[in-house]
């Protein structure tokens, strides 16, 4: 994400604002764009009413105009009057916003009744045994290595087209990561993964990248033969084919995800010991239901069996969640639905790849809309033209600069360009457009001209479009 700030909500609620570059902030993470946002929200009724309203966040107020402000010193497209589009915005209404009230009054703020039944409605709607809320999809993914017993010396195999944090688990417990390359549908190749199988493979991280599951029945197969457990990425996938084919499934709840707690996620699994582990691994290493030692059934005593970690959930994110999981239906409803408009409007651009939807059989959950562009015989670049859609104030993202292209993984794994050659083909002609359930179809269709006007206007009888900045990398 590029940006954030607050924003009013047209169902009347509020949001924070996570986007492309519409607010102050830095590309590790969001963060506040007024200082006044943290009291948006005090008061009731016609007051409220007014702070929030003043606390909406224009591309002037956040830094600057993003509209008609061009790059490389061009003047860029003509300005209009629409706001900027962020990349993406989380679905926060009053509700959200009443039940976080409600959490902060009941006097309990850190993990309990609420977190629980949060864990008990989401293994409910995935159909797992077992459910560990904690405190990131990062802390997830380390929890469930650990509690396979993932340790030095081990390697851990995972797909180079990923966010960082699904590597770096596997070296804070000084396993090796090794990487397998895609497939066309940019998820993990289960015939790479089967090539990179070794006596020191300890456990396997497919990500079902942007929401598209991956072939688990192939993964699930592969393991099995070797021995080797798995544990599901999901942090694009809630509302995906239920993931839970895996030893552990771990989902992300952060900001821009389908369903947000602001910064949370869940571990789910159908082994009771491994749940158990994880648990208690997830809070400091203390014996059995610690979060109870405050109410009247608790007691002063415990005992801590294991070097722990502290990644427990809060009953203020676990409010948040619940009232998450109760509109979630519509939510992915509307993001199907722009997925759709999406398809039909940019169907017949020549230099545009739709998304893969997957075979009949599988559910999108449609967390990214990433589009591949064919630029060859084009004077412009994939940097530039996420830069022009900038300059039309429209947010866009790539997912993923593949880690075996990060300075960390090349230094430590002896990696460099060339080695996974489907991840780098998919990342040097990828470009996510901004889809989430609070745009509309207009938004869509927004989108869409400027992505046929761009394209258009860099022909190689006209020349480069105007707006652009070198590409971002490789």
């Known amino acids: 994400m590029g940006g954030m700030g607050t924003t009013s909500n047209p169902g009347g609620g509020w949001a924070v604002a996570c986007g492309g570059g519409a607010g102050r902030a830095t590309s590790g993470g969001c963060r506040m764009a007024n200082d006044e946002a943290g009291v948006a929200t005090r008061g009731t009724g016609a007051e409220a009413t007014r702070r929030r309203a003043a606390l909406s966040i224009t591309p002037e107020r956040a830094g600057g105009s993003a509209v008609g402000r061009g790059v490389a010193g061009d003047p860029g ?52 045994d077992h459910a560990i809320a904690v405190s990131s999809a990062t802390a997830g993914l380390h929890l469930a290595l650990a509690a396979l017993g993932v340790g030095p010396g081990d390697e851990v195999i995972t797909t180079p087209l990923t966010f960082c944090a699904t590597a770096n688990v596997a070296v804070h417990l000084g396993a090796t990561p090794v990487f397998a390359d895609i497939g066309p549908d940019g998820n993990i190749d289960p015939v790479a993964i089967a090539a ?31 021995g080797v457990p798995v544990v599901e990425d999901a942090a694009h996938a809630i509302g995906a084919t239920p993931p839970g084919a895996a030893d552990l499934t771990v989902f992300s709840f952060y900001a821009t995800k389908n369903l947000t707690t602001g910064e949370g996620g869940m571990v789910t699994c159908a082994d009771p010991a491994l749940a158990e582990r ?197």
């Open 278 to 474: 994880v648990r208690l691994l997830g809070l400091h290493g203390i014996s059995k239901d610690a979060w109870k030692r405050y109410t009247a059934e608790g007691s002063w005593y415990y005992e801590v069996t294991a070097a722990g970690y502290k990644y427990n959930m809060t009953d203020l994110q676990a409010a948040l969640g619940l009232r998450q999981l109760a509109r979630f239906p519509a939510l992915q409803g509307a993001r199907r639905a722009l997925v759709a408009e999406y398809d039909r409007l940019l169907d017949g651009v020549a230099q545009v790849t739709r998304p893969p939807h997957g075979p009949g059989d599988v559910v999108h959950a449609w967390h990214l809309y990433p589009i591949r562009l064919d630029l060859a015989g084009l004077p412009l670049s994939r940097g530039e033209f996420i830069e022009s859609l900038r300059a039309r104030g429209i947010g866009a993202s790539v997912h993923f600069i593949p880690l075996h292209l990060q300075p960390f993984y090349q230094e430590r794994c002896g990696l460099r360009r060339g080695d996974y050659p489907r991840a780098e083909a998919w990342y040097d002609g990828s470009d996510t457009l901004p889809s989430y359930p609070r745009m509309t179809m207009s938004d869509v269709a927004r989108v869409v001209d400027a992505t046929r006007a761009i394209l258009a206007g860099a022909t190689p009888q006209t020349g480069r479009e105007r707006g652009g900045a070198g590409d971002d990398g490789g």
């Open 196 to 226: 990179r199988i070794t006596p020191r493979t300890r456990a396997i991280i497919p990500v079902h990248f942007g929401g598209l599951p991956c072939d688990m029945g192939a993964i699930m197969a592969l393991a099995r033969e070797h």
């Open 77 to 128: 497209p003509a300005p209009d009057d629409r706001p900027f589009l962020p990349f993406a915005l989380p679905a926060i209404g009053d509700e959200e916003a009443a039940d976080v009230v409600e959490a902060l009054l009941s006097g309990w703020l850190t993990t309990g009744p609420r977190t629980k039944r949060f864990e008990e409605e989401f293994a409910d709607y995935v159909g797992a």
